[in-house]
């Protein structure tokens, strides 16, 4: 199975900073089959980014996703208070289908 | 719009069957373009995939947990189930079914979500 290792594990920024997260898949994603979904305590998570740069319904575009093959990024150009929440990434390439196991992005 | 939502016991006694039903509501389960899944997240841990269907019949599931589990579909209530059998503390977590709609772009992947249910495996 495709093994996905985000980091860092957690950032730790300001309301208004510019927030960089990685996923680095240890094989390479089929067809950028790559998702980004951002969870916080009792909520479901949201869905993000799919297609590693596309923004699924109503996701701002300070969200912005990008990479191929091994390497992906989820950027947040100016982080709002709403936006401190862990995120995930899911390949959905290749089955199993696989999560990273986390960036928490904190204050 | 659409809305899922799970539900079934939230305690299960170890060895027994852990069993959810998902209720699909705003849409038909039979949508030729929607895969339904589940998610699990244990305590502290982060999200895994359990398993896919179409409600054609196709389904796949997380290789670790194959021997274990069953996903359905009953088209005539639009649910769909996950039967997880020989249950352990370990699969003690927040349960979430979700919706991957198939475009001519590709798959969108768990695009809707339900809003998650507890199930903890204690005696």
């Known amino acids: 199975e495709i093994v996905l290792t985000q980091s860092p594990g957690t950032l730790s920024l300001s309301p208004g900073e510019r927030a960089t997260l990685s996923c680095r898949a240890s094989?390479?994603?089929?067809?950028?089959?790559l998702a980004w979904y951002q969870h916080k305590p009792g909520q479901s998570p949201r869905l993000l980014i799919y297609?590693?740069?596309v923004r699924a319904t109503a996701i701002p575009d300070r969200f912005s996703g990008s990479g191929s093959g091994t390497d992906f990024t989820l950027t947040i150009s100016r982080l709002e208070p709403e936006d401190f929440a862990v995120y995930y990434c899911l390949q959905y390439g290749t089955s199993p289908w696989t999560f990273g196991q986390g960036t928490k992005v904190e204050i | 719009q659409l809305q899922l939502q799970e539900s079934g016991p939230g305690l299960v006694k170890p060895s027994k069957t852990l069993s959810l039903t998902c209720t699909v509501s705003g849409g038909p389960i039979t949508t030729t373009s929607y895969y339904w899944g589940w998610i699990r997240q244990p305590p502290g841990k982060g999200l895994e995939w359990i398993g896919t269907?179409?409600?054609?019949?196709?389904?796949s599931y997380n290789p670790s947990l194959r021997s274990r589990v069953t996903i359905s579909v009953d088209t005539s209530k639009n649910q769909f189930s996950l039967d997880l059998n020989s249950v352990t503390a370990a699969d003690t977590a927040v349960y979430f079914c979700a919706r991957v709609d198939l475009t001519i772009f590709g798959e969108v992947p768990f695009d809707s979500w339900g809003q998650g249910t507890r199930v903890t495996v204690s005696s």
């Open positions: 269907i179409h409600y054609g019949g196709t389904t």
């Open positions: 094989q390479s994603v089929s067809r950028s089959s």
């Open positions: 297609g590693a740069s």
